[in-house]
């Protein structure tokens, strides 16, 4: 059983930046495609950022494409999302969370079934 644990959120200005890190225990992340979703309050979940297995390809939804990056070094076992330009409507909680490769798309939110428990990030305006 693989877990998951998300560091580095945090309060931030508009404008500033956090960067978020995912270290991956009991399996090795390389057979795991990775994700970042955030939830605000009142809010679905949503799928924000996604890479493949390998790290060939990525997934950014709209609201956060040229503003976040996401990455992933399989032999440190972990994946981090560089989060710029923040804004307060970025406030949520953020996940980082696995598919394995068999079972489930990258760019699907639907597949994911391993969870971090989520690190809190607040920006203020």
């Known amino acids: 059983q693989m877990q998951l644990a998300e560091s580095g959120g945090g309060l931030v200005q508009a404008g500033g930046s956090l960067r978020l890190s995912c270290a991956a225990s009991?399996?090795?992340?390389?057979?795991?495609?990775m994700g970042w979703f955030r939830q605000a309050p009142g809010k679905e979940r949503e799928l924000l950022a996604a890479?493949?297995?390998?790290?060939?390809?990525?997934y950014y939804a709209d609201s956060v494409k040229g503003r976040f990056t996401i990455s992933r070094d399989n032999v440190k076992n972990t994946a981090a999302l560089q989060m710029n330009n923040l804004a307060p409507e970025d406030t949520a909680v953020y996940y980082c969370?696995?598919?394995?490769?068999?079972?489930?798309?990258?760019?699907?939110?639907?597949?994911?079934?391993?969870w971090g428990q989520g690190t809190q990030v607040t920006v203020s305006s």
């Open positions: 969370a696995a598919v394995d490769r068999r079972y489930g798309d990258y760019w699907s939110h639907r597949g994911y079934d391993v």
């Open positions: 009991g399996r090795i992340i390389s057979i795991y495609h």
């Open positions: 890479i493949s297995w390998s790290g060939a390809y990525t």
